[in-house]
């Protein structure tokens, strides 16, 4: 029995903070399935994709909205 989620029926959403980039975009699926964030790479969407608990993902935006995180 594989662990891989299925991502084909994902609904990806771009960060709103990926405008005028280049096409530097993270994509992450809000409503996936109770329990899992998935997020990619949108220049490369079929390509892998990592898979986060709700509370890991939700522990990484608090981090960086909070400035936590260090940017370098």
């Known amino acids: ?3 891989t989620p299925d991502l084909t029926r994902a609904i990806w959403v771009k960060s ?3 405008q005028g980039n280049n096409g530097q975009c993270v ?3 809000p409503t996936f399935a109770s329990g899992i964030v998935p997020v990619r790479d ?4 079929h390509g892998p994709a990592l ?3 709700a ?3 939700s522990s990484f935006i608090n981090g960086v909205q909070s ?3 260090p940017t370098t």
Do not use: D, R
């Open 1 to 3: 029995m594989s662990t």
């Open 16 to 18: 709103s903070h990926s």
């Open 27 to 29: 994509e992450w699926a």
């Open 42 to 45: 949108s220049k490369a969407p």
């Open 51 to 53: 898979v986060f608990s």
């Open 55 to 57: 509370l890991s993902w």
């Open 67 to 69: 400035a936590e995180l």
